[in-house]
């Protein structure tokens, strides 16, 4: 059964692992491997229509507050509005800032693609109780809402340790950094061209991809 980003937002908040079924008409595009790779947890994470005209793309932390800000507060309007009618879609870059959000990348990254955006909704809807909550055990509340999405144990253990996955990922913060200067979080990217560090709300956000 697939998870959508509202009903695992849901069940995240109720704290119940009550039967999710996707949103009519939210559309989650498959991770396909890289042609150098045969591992799904490289391919591109995207959501919505790619035969969009507007392509965002979005380097993020799953620790960064602004990050979360903007997916609690812009994002429900800009996927009501802007990605279920087909306008945008979003191609997702994980850069994450440090230790726990690499480590939240990689459990995110080990899941189906479908439920990648929902995953990491999830994160940023709870990342005061799992990222900075006094002495939590972040590994341990992240391995809990990644349940929710449909991750075994063994899974999720050996997501986390996996060096070859966390290099690919560090890798790709690295270039993003030498060749577009991306160096904060959230940035956005809209068609290759504009780009834009820092929270935006939904007149700000409409304005940069153009529609406003």
């Given at each position: 059964?697939?998870?959508?980003?509202?009903?695992?937002?849901?069940?995240?908040?109720?704290?119940?692992?009550?039967?999710?079924?996707?949103?009519?008409?939210?559309?989650?595009?498959?991770?396909?491997?890289?042609?150098?790779?045969?591992?799904?947890?490289?391919?591109?994470?995207?959501?919505?229509?790619?035969?969009?005209?507007?392509?965002?793309?979005?380097?993020?932390?799953?620790?960064?507050?602004?990050?979360?800000?903007?997916?609690?507060?812009?994002?429900?309007?800009?996927?009501?509005?802007?990605?279920?009618?087909?306008?945008?879609?979003?191609?997702?870059?994980?850069?994450?800032?440090?230790?726990?959000?690499?480590?939240?990348?990689?459990?995110?990254?080990?899941l189906p693609a479908e439920r990648y955006e929902p995953f990491t909704a999830a994160?940023?809807?709870?990342?005061?109780?799992?990222?900075?909550?006094?002495?939590?055990?972040?590994?341990?509340?992240?391995?809990?809402?990644?349940?929710?999405?449909?991750?075994?144990?063994?899974?999720?253990?050996?997501?986390?340790?996996?060096?070859?996955?966390?290099?690919?990922?560090?890798?790709?913060?690295?270039?993003?950094?030498?060749?577009?200067?991306?160096?904060?979080?959230?940035?956005?990217?809209?068609?290759?061209?504009?780009?834009?560090?820092?929270?935006?709300?939904?007149?700000?956000?409409?304005?940069?991809?153009?529609?406003?």
């Amino acid at each position: 059964m697939l998870v959508s980003r509202r009903s695992l937002l849901t069940v995240v908040s109720a704290g119940t692992a009550a039967a999710a079924l996707a949103r009519p008409g939210q559309a989650f595009a498959a991770a396909m491997p890289d042609a150098k790779t045969e591992d799904f947890r490289q391919g591109p994470r995207t959501f919505g229509d790619t035969s969009a005209k507007i392509m965002v793309e979005e380097y993020f932390s799953l620790t960064c507050t602004h990050c979360a800000a903007f997916a609690n507060d812009t994002m429900p309007e800009v996927t009501k509005k802007l990605v279920e009618t087909g306008k945008i879609y979003f191609l997702y870059h994980d850069f994450p800032l440090d230790q726990v959000a690499l480590m939240a990348a990689m459990v995110a990254r080990s899941l189906p693609a479908e439920r990648y955006e929902p995953f990491t909704a999830a994160l940023f809807a709870s990342q005061d109780r799992w990222a900075f909550a006094r002495g939590v055990n972040s590994t341990e509340e992240i391995w809990k809402i990644a349940a929710l999405a449909g991750m075994d144990r063994p899974t999720f253990d050996s997501a986390i340790a996996d060096t070859t996955l966390k290099n690919w990922i560090l890798a790709g913060q690295d270039e993003a950094q030498k060749k577009l200067g991306v160096d904060s979080t959230p940035t956005f990217r809209v068609n290759a061209t504009t780009q834009h560090a820092g929270e935006m709300d939904y007149p700000s956000f409409v304005k940069l991809v153009g529609l406003g």
